[in-house]
């Protein structure tokens, strides 16, 4: 039976995070240093792991968007870490049978 990425294979359901994984998502570590804005001369970290493609990084720029419309902490700097975690070399489809007993 094979296994569809979609998820919705008779019998087998397939995680989020796989079929992500699956299209190219990576994941991607991000640090942001922001001046509180009670504090301007303060530098506070906020850190965070999530999916996301390099190199354009479509979820973060919208959360980065986000952040300069809507949070009173100016952006100091961004560093951004990114990793894939299934790439081409990793993943092939076997032809078999494994029977467990």
Known sequence: ?????DGVSP???VSPDFVRQMEGYGLT???????????????????????DEAPTFPVL???LDYWTRE?????????????RLIGPQEWRAVDGVISIH
């Open 1 to 5: 039976m094979a296994v569809r990425l």
């Open 11 to 13: 019998g087998y359901r």
């Open 29 to 51: 570590t991000v640090e942001i240093h922001y001046f509180l804005p009670d504090h301007p001369k303060l530098l506070q970290l906020f850190a965070f792991q999530q999916y």
């Open 61 to 63: 720029r919208k959360f």
């Open 71 to 83: 949070i009173e902490g100016p952006l100091h700097s961004v560093r951004v870490a990114h990793k």
